[in-house]
């Protein structure tokens, strides 16, 4: 089907590599981000969130790291595998809290993995 | 299994007729929403519900109507007024509206109009 990941920025790493996936926000208030990993053709899937009074947070094989001084948020994959080979998105809350606040996502980034 | 089903995968109409998209999620979530995805984009916020009988335009609501009779459900129609209809249409849902909670997303319909 068509790919998502049409037209995008691609980031080409070698299986078994680590891999680091950044995004740059908008919005010096947003106070929490999330990653989301969308392989081709179906929804995306929850990765890893974090909040503004972390700065960083691990899970299985991924880090996020949140520096809120220049506005940038990263993904971190340790040992890049050929499952990983998707596009991810960024997605910060603007504004924070609030009953009418919602997610905004940033354009993705593909990641190709090398076998 | 809980989750959040999306139907049909692939959906195709003619030009000037409008077409419902099907959402329906067992989560017991509050909120629920509709994006559209082109190539090379990221997800444009359609409409979102916060709650039953409730329902606010996101950043592209023209050409597009929701109804929210139901907990579960949140269909969207593509009224023939969208006037660039084909793309992928993924619904989601949260515990609330408020942006501090994750969205579960379905698997996403891809609509083609010609």
């Known amino acids: 089907g068509e790919s998502v990941g049409l037209h995008l920025p691609t980031l080409s790493v070698q299986e078994g590599d680590n891999s680091i996936i950044n995004c740059a926000y908008s919005n010096s208030a947003s106070d929490y981000f999330i990653w989301y990993k969308q392989e081709s053709g179906k929804g995306p899937q929850f990765i890893i969130d974090i909040r503004s009074n972390m700065d960083k947070r691990q899970g299985q094989r991924v880090t996020v790291l949140l520096n809120k001084t220049v506005k940038h948020l990263s993904l971190q994959i340790a040992a890049t595998q050929p499952g990983d080979s998707a596009v991810y998105f960024c997605a910060e809350t603007s504004p924070p809290g609030g009953a009418n606040s919602k997610l905004t996502f940033g354009k993705g980034i593909t990641l190709s993995v090398r076998p | ?114």
């Open chain 2, 1 to 114: 299994d809980g989750g959040i089903t999306q139907s049909p995968k692939y959906l195709f109409r003619k030009e000037g007729q409008n077409v419902t998209l099907s959402c329906e999620q067992n989560l017991n979530h509050d909120a629920m929403y509709w994006y559209r995805q082109d190539p090379g984009q990221g997800l444009r916020l359609i409409y979102y519900s916060q709650i039953v009988n409730d329902f606010q335009k996101g950043d592209i609501a023209e050409g597009y109507s929701v109804s929210r009779e139901k907990k579960e459900s949140f269909p969207l129609t593509v009224t023939s007024a969208q006037k660039n209809p084909t793309a992928f249409y993924l619904c989601a849902s949260s515990i609330g509206v408020s942006g501090a909670y994750e969205q579960y997303f379905g698997p996403g319909t891809r609509l083609t109009v010609t």
